[in-house]
């Protein structure tokens, strides 16, 4: 192994370089803090805004735009630093600069949990919206998306920059308006879905984007790595409802596992038996179930077999108000509006007896990855990236810079704890809230799942623990549960929502009982998750501690790799109540973790190969189209075609 250790020495030395090459530009800041400070709020508008122009004039030649940036960075930068002070009370530390300039680079800054990445985004965004063209932060929500804008809107406007969000719900001029601004908040979806609307409008008045130019997205991961396998679709006209899913449905629910269907957990695949066949095609009648002329039957009853053995209920989706709701199985969060595609959401409906909706006809779509691709320069900042890093540098061309803290980390990271059952692991996990509660300790439990945390719940209940539950169907509670999290005896079950973006800090006296403490109840197939979970806890130097419990019927144990933890503790005989804790456990979970996200990076690349096809016609359709709506005469270029082609490609011949 020498040569891996030489790689990483290698790579720990290239990262102290980066970091030193950067806190020597933090200097040409700092030393315009004495001239900047004395400044009037009009004389430091005034430095800012006198960029505007010099900058417009060369925002359409890449090069030269990108030096006029560097050499406006450390005056920009300072004023940004004055203007958060005199507005908002707080003085971007040293690392936040570095973050900043991270950012502005087009690259990720990764920055624990507490260190600020709002402010640190504050000054790219001051810096580059000056080129005209407008800068976009993107968010994980509409809730953060106003509040960030509110939060750190006196900042912009002190410096003569106008500052607006975007929101589920605003038409027309609203939309145009926030556009305009010089920084515009909102969610991914807001962004992606304006840009495909953009493309089908038949007024170029009606369009409400600009160029995109430059963007930074908050929490990156979540948006540009966990969100990537969902493409952003705009529906048209429902086609006609149909029932039939309710019928295919009956059928399946007479199928059982390992006779009818074979379940393959690890590939989320489901498949029918010889049995299962033949069963399918004596309660629809047919001879042959994979005959082509059969293939509507094949179809509806595959999307009922995953319907009923592969997206779980509180897992996958949740029932509110008489619908179907799609959970993000990374955030926890429901994604209000989303729907699976191709009948799969029908098919889910008719499994849990809801009003099965009208299936839609796709106008347009982009993946994920294809429109932030778009964006001319395109930075992100999230406390958990580095796992990701060869995803990022190869889709997007973005590197991973891991900021230093403020002040050093306090917070103490236990081994897992492993147990033989579900049930022993539970009955853990309470006994150590229970003690935590009796010391006063704020406690913050993580769950993978909605029906974990309200069984969790249950049995805090039952011992008479006041609690409070942060999932997908009390999700609108979330700021003020979170608010409250590091407060004395406070007990927190929240899914992997929990509190993304907001900060927790700790009430009086907590410091001194060893500040919050994190109780992870499994691991998630993605270790950017669990350390999600961590980073919640030891913000700004803050006491705190974090362990996970495991049992072997965890899922990522049982179908990625728990054989070896088994075997181990069968032959000591270890009861049901009993952990054990060892450096080989940790190492089995971590590998069966790499396993499912090489999986998942898979499934993304072929995601984004299947859309790039489709992206070379995009983009000619939108440009050819665009062009029709700004009035350029495309006689030319029809005409050069037809000679290349030998045909119109379906454009009139007149």
């Given amino acids: 192994m020498p040569e891996m250790k030489q790689f990483f020495e290698k790579l720990l030395k290239t990262e102290e370089r980066e970091i030193k090459r950067l806190r020597a530009q933090v200097d040409s800041v700092s030393t315009l803090e004495p001239k900047i400070k004395p400044l009037s709020d009009s004389e430091l508008r005034d430095k800012v805004q006198k960029w505007r122009e010099p900058l417009k004039g060369v925002r359409d030649d890449f090069d030269k735009r990108e030096a006029m940036l560097r050499e406006a960075l450390p005056e920009v930068f300072a004023c940004v630093r004055e203007a958060a002070i005199r507005t908002i009370g707080e003085r971007p530390y040293d690392v936040q600069i570095i973050a900043g300039m991270v950012l502005h680079e087009g690259r990720i800054a990764e920055a624990k949990t507490g260190e600020g990445n709002t402010l640190s985004a504050t000054l790219p965004l001051s810096l580059n919206s000056l080129a005209g063209y407008g800068s976009h932060l993107v968010t994980v929500n509409d809730y953060l998306a106003k509040?960030?804008?509110?939060?750190?809107?006196?900042?912009y406007r002190l410096l003569g920059l106008s500052i607006a969000y975007l929101q589920n719900g605003q038409y027309g001029g609203e939309r145009v308006e926030a556009y305009n601004a010089d920084v515009t908040h909102g969610t991914n979806s807001e962004f992606g879905l304006d840009y495909l609307r953009d493309n089908m409008v038949t007024d170029k008045?009606?369009?409400?984007?600009?160029?995109?130019?430059y963007a930074i997205v908050d929490e990156v991961d979540s948006i540009l790595v966990d969100e990537a396998r969902t493409p952003l679709i705009i529906s048209g006209q429902p086609e006609q409802a149909t029932q039939e899913y309710i019928r295919y449905d009956r059928i399946i629910r007479r199928l059982r596992k390992d006779v009818h269907y074979e379940l393959d957990e690890k590939e989320k695949s489901v498949s029918l038996t010889e049995e299962g066949i033949d069963a399918c095609e004596r309660a629809l009648a047919i001879d042959d179930l994979y005959d082509p002329e059969n293939a509507m039957h094949s179809h509806h009853l595959s999307l009922a077999l995953k319907a009923h053995a592969i997206f779980i209920k509180d897992i996958d989706y949740v029932v509110k108000d008489g619908q179907v709701v799609i959970v993000d199985e990374f955030t926890g969060r429901l994604m209000i509006g989303?729907?699976?595609?191709?009948g799969q959401h029908q098919a889910i409906e008719a499994k849990e007896n809801v009003k099965v909706q009208s299936e839609t006809q796709t106008m347009a779509t982009i993946t994920i990855q294809n429109y932030y691709r778009l964006y001319?320069?395109?930075a992100g900042m999230t406390g958990t990236a580095k796992t990701e890093e060869?995803?990022?540098r190869n889709i997007y061309g973005m590197d991973v810079v891991v900021i230093p803290t403020n002040v050093p980390m306090e917070r103490i990271d236990m081994s897992d704890l492993v147990y033989k059952t579900k049930k022993g692991k539970f009955r853990a996990v309470a006994n150590e809230i229970q003690e935590a509660y009796k010391l006063g300790q704020p406690v913050l439990v993580g769950t993978t799942a909605v029906e974990t945390s309200e069984m969790l719940s249950a049995m805090l209940r039952r011992e008479k623990i006041p609690h409070n539950v942060l999932n997908a169907k009390h999700h609108e509670r979330e700021a003020e549960i979170i608010k409250d999290a590091g407060q004395q005896k406070a007990i927190t079950i929240a899914t992997n929502m929990a509190g993304r973006g907001t900060d927790i800090k700790l009430g009086a006296g907590v410091r001194e009982i060893g500040g919050l403490h994190i109780i992870g109840t499994e691991r998630h197939e993605s270790r950017r998750i669990d350390?999600?979970?961590?980073?919640?806890?030891?913000?700004?130097?803050d006491p705190g501690s974090s362990r996970f419990y495991v049992s072997l019927e965890d899922d990522l144990m049982r179908i990625f790799g728990g054989d070896r933890v088994k075997d181990l503790m069968d032959r000591f005989g270890l009861e049901e109540d009993v952990a054990i804790e060892h450096g080989m456990v940790s190492k089995q979970i971590e590998n069966a973790q790499k396993k499912v996200e090489g999986h998942n990076f898979d499934i993304r690349k072929h995601v984004l190969k299947y859309d790039d096809?489709?992206?070379?016609?995009?983009?000619?359709?939108?440009?050819?189209?665009?062009?029709?709506?700004?009035?350029?005469?495309?006689?030319i270029a029809m005409r050069k075609l037809?000679?290349?082609?030998?045909?119109?490609r379906g454009f009139s011949q007149r």
């Fill in 147 to 155: 509040r960030d804008a509110e939060w750190m809107g006196p900042i």
């Fill in 205 to 213: 008045r009606n369009r409400v984007q600009k160029k995109l130019y």
């Fill in 390 to 392: 060869e995803e990022f």
């Fill in 613 to 635: 096809i489709m992206e070379r016609q995009r983009t000619v359709v939108y440009r050819d189209r665009n062009a029709v709506l700004d009035g350029q005469d495309l006689k």
């Fill in 642 to 648: 037809k000679k290349t082609t030998g045909t119109s």
């Fill in 338 to 342: 989303r729907r699976f595609s191709e």
């Fill in 531 to 541: 350390n999600q979970l961590r980073g919640r806890s030891g913000r700004q130097g």
């Fill in 376 to 378: 001319e320069k395109l």
